[in-house]
């Protein structure tokens, strides 16, 4: 356990079908992130928040959209996705985002998507 | 552009020690670090070196040369459960991934 929580691991969703990926950490921790990971690719760095402020949208598609309510909780809307969406989700979080204090950050297990 | 290149896939014996070296270009630099991936698990974080040099911690150490722009991971005593994926991220103003190296150990 990390501290780091993800709901739900598994997700088969429709194109059409509106979801969403949740993430609480337990930390204490003031930054938190969204990455994605497909086979044989690097993990891409999508969406950063800092003290509940939006600092990163790494050219996402708006078919993904990003919540923050408070520094624990981070949520994931999905809609209109696309096969090539399918990834797992992963979230993680670290104690802020000061780029010499990022040298560690905390993962949740992720969120399997497949989209049909 | 920036990028890191590591080998895809090392496989090694249990006892044995193994080295993934890790190779970046990156626009700004704070420091390297390693990370852990078991097949449906989440990323762990291994190790970070922010100046050139070896560090330690048990079995596995990282060795980091700004100059060289290359750092390695080396696994010692290997394990059967060392078996993982194994990713090296440079610390800019973000973490940016490799694309990871696949390690299985062998009995």
């Known amino acids: 356990e990390t501290g780091v929580t993800q709901t739900p691991r598994h997700l088969v969703m429709g194109m059409t079908n509106k979801k969403s990926l949740k993430c609480e950490q337990h930390l204490g921790h003031n930054a938190m992130y969204w990455y994605k990971q497909s086979a044989k690719k690097p993990l891409e760095l999508m969406f950063v928040?800092?003290?509940?402020?939006?600092?990163e949208n790494n050219s996402v598609p708006s078919r993904f959209s990003p919540e923050c309510p408070n520094s624990s909780h981070l949520f994931l809307h999905l809609h209109t996705l696309q096969p090539e969406d399918s990834a797992l989700y992963l979230c993680?979080?670290?104690?802020?985002?000061?780029?010499?204090?990022?040298?560690?950050?905390?993962f949740g297990p992720g969120t399997r998507l497949t989209v049909t | 552009g920036q990028s890191l290149e590591q080998p895809s896939e090392v496989t090694a014996v249990e006892g044995a020690i193994v080295q993934i070296n890790c190779t970046y270009q990156t626009s700004g630099f704070y420091g390297l670090s390693w990370y852990q991936q078991h097949d449906g698990g989440a990323p762990t974080f291994l190790s970070y070196?922010?100046?050139?040099g070896l560090e330690e911690t048990g079995r596995f150490s990282s060795f980091l040369s700004r100059s060289d722009s290359y750092g390695y991971l080396l696994l010692q005593e290997l394990q059967m459960k060392d078996s993982a994926s194994y990713f090296c991220?440079?610390?800019?103003?973000?973490?940016?991934f490799g694309t990871g190296t696949r390690l299985q150990v062998f009995p």
């Open positions: 991220a440079v610390n800019t103003d973000k973490l940016i």
């Open positions: 993680a979080s670290s104690q802020d985002t000061a780029a010499r204090a990022e040298r560690e950050q905390y």
């Open positions: 928040y800092n003290f509940k402020e939006q600092t």
């Open positions: 070196n922010a100046l050139d």
